[in-house]
């Protein structure tokens, strides 16, 4: 029987959560009722389905396959993994899930809406609508997160440029870092070469002469220009924000700050989850694809089928003697 979508992303958590070495119970007096491996993955499909925590327990109710593959014997209650919610995070684990030796990173920011008034409303009304701000500092090779950085307020995009990139780094060491014209900043381009990373961020204003251009990386990028090849690799932030938005939504329905934040990082490792599903699927769909793979397969039927035939044959020689 084919595995749905929801178990293969099962899997894929789970096996990125036991490389992860995270224990399966935070303290040994707990009740020992759920996992907290249970809990997270029960919460990034939550995300998944768009529900709150009451809707999302009673849709499990109907759900015996995904209970089946958790090894659940009862459906938790909604508080719990509201209280798992708040101490639980395991973002940094996909990145090292990757098993590469550096990252290609971009870093990108994009807003959610969080107000519970409606578009219509707040237009017809005149209100000024709010959001949360998140930015990213993702792979661009393999299209996953790596870090994030929550706002609730209007501030500048490279702001958090620095942050994210030591960050990021700290976790796997960054090759080369691009970024839109949002992040041109002298600041940025020494936190980059501080670190021993490439930074391709074009500076704005292309019709400002080089002698006018403020600072040393700006001047050289002006002087030297960069690889359009390597810098329109960036917009692959834009179909991450783009799969986020689509298959969650552009809205946060939380209230609370804190809510919020952890609705966002959610949101985030079921994304994660869900590129390395696919990720993984298109691994073995090339691979079955590959015309060495049908030639070893053909060798391999063929050995089996002569195999075979040749005992068929000595069976029925027996059988005449």
């Given at each position: 029987?084919?595995?749905?979508?929801?178990?293969?992303?099962?899997?894929?958590?789970?096996?990125?959560?036991?490389?992860?070495?995270?224990?399966?119970?935070?303290?040994?007096?707990?009740?020992?009722?759920?996992?907290?491996?249970?809990?997270?993955?029960?919460?990034?499909?939550?995300?998944?389905?768009?529900?709150s925590y009451r809707m999302f327990t009673s849709f499990l109710?109907?759900?015996?396959?995904?209970?089946?593959?958790?090894?659940?014997?009862?459906?938790?209650?909604?508080?719990?993994?509201?209280?798992?919610?708040?101490?639980?995070?395991?973002?940094?684990?996909?990145?090292?899930?990757?098993?590469?030796?550096?990252?290609?990173?971009?870093?990108?920011?994009?807003?959610?809406?969080?107000?519970?008034?409606?578009?219509?409303?707040?237009?017809?009304?005149?209100?000024?609508?709010?959001?949360?701000?998140?930015?990213?500092?993702?792979?661009?090779?393999?299209?996953?997160?790596?870090?994030?950085?929550?706002?609730?307020?209007?501030?500048?995009?490279?702001?958090?440029?620095?942050?994210?990139?030591?960050?990021?780094?700290?976790?796997?060491?960054?090759?080369?870092?691009?970024?839109?014209?949002?992040?041109?900043?002298?600041?940025?381009?020494?936190?980059?070469?501080?670190?021993?990373?490439?930074?391709?961020?074009?500076?704005?204003?292309?019709?400002?002469?080089?002698?006018?251009?403020?600072?040393?990386?700006?001047?050289?990028?002006?002087?030297?220009?960069?690889?359009?090849?390597?810098?329109?690799?960036?917009?692959?932030?834009?179909?991450?924000?783009?799969?986020?938005?689509?298959?969650?939504?552009?809205?946060?329905?939380?209230?609370?700050?804190?809510?919020?934040?952890?609705?966002?990082?959610?949101?985030?490792?079921?994304?994660?989850?869900?590129?390395?599903?696919?990720?993984?699927?298109?691994?073995?769909?090339?691979?079955?694809?590959?015309?060495?793979?049908?030639?070893?397969?053909?060798?391999?039927?063929?050995?089996?089928?002569?195999?075979?035939?040749?005992?068929?044959?000595?069976?029925?020689?027996?059988?005449?003697?």
């Open positions: 029987m084919k595995s749905s979508r929801y178990t293969k992303m099962i899997r894929s958590v789970m096996q990125i959560i036991k490389r992860a070495r995270i224990q399966p119970y935070l303290h040994k007096t707990s009740n020992h009722v759920y996992t907290v491996w249970q809990h997270l993955i029960l919460l990034a499909l939550r995300q998944y389905e768009s529900k109710e109907e759900c015996f396959g995904i209970c089946k593959c958790l090894g659940l014997s009862k459906i938790p209650h909604y508080t719990a993994l509201q209280k798992s919610a708040a101490r639980l995070d395991i973002l940094e684990s996909f990145v090292i899930h990757l098993r590469i030796k550096k990252i290609f990173a971009g870093i990108d920011s994009t807003g959610f809406g969080h107000g519970q008034s409606s578009y219509y409303y707040t237009k017809r009304a005149k209100l000024r609508r709010k959001f949360v701000k998140l930015s990213i500092c993702a792979d661009m090779k393999k299209q996953i997160i790596c870090t994030v950085k929550i706002r609730h307020r209007q501030r500048h995009d490279g702001i958090d440029f620095e942050q994210l990139l030591k960050k990021t780094n700290s976790i796997l060491p960054i090759d080369t870092i691009v970024a839109d014209k949002g992040y041109d900043s002298e600041k940025n381009h020494v936190a980059a070469n501080n670190l021993g990373i490439t930074s391709i961020i074009p500076p704005r204003y292309a019709d400002v002469p080089v002698y006018k251009t403020r600072g040393h990386y700006r001047k050289m990028l002006k002087r030297q220009g960069h690889d359009s090849v390597t810098y329109h690799q960036r917009n692959k932030t834009e179909t991450i924000f783009s799969v986020i938005k689509k298959m969650f939504g552009e809205n946060v329905t939380s209230r609370k700050i804190s809510t919020q934040n952890r609705e966002l990082m959610y949101r985030v490792i079921a994304y994660n989850a869900y590129r390395i599903t696919r990720n993984n699927l298109a691994s073995l769909a090339w691979f079955l694809q590959s015309p060495n793979t049908s030639i070893f397969f053909n060798r391999f039927f063929l050995d089996i089928f002569s195999t075979s035939y040749h005992q068929h044959i000595l069976l029925k020689d027996r059988s005449y003697a």
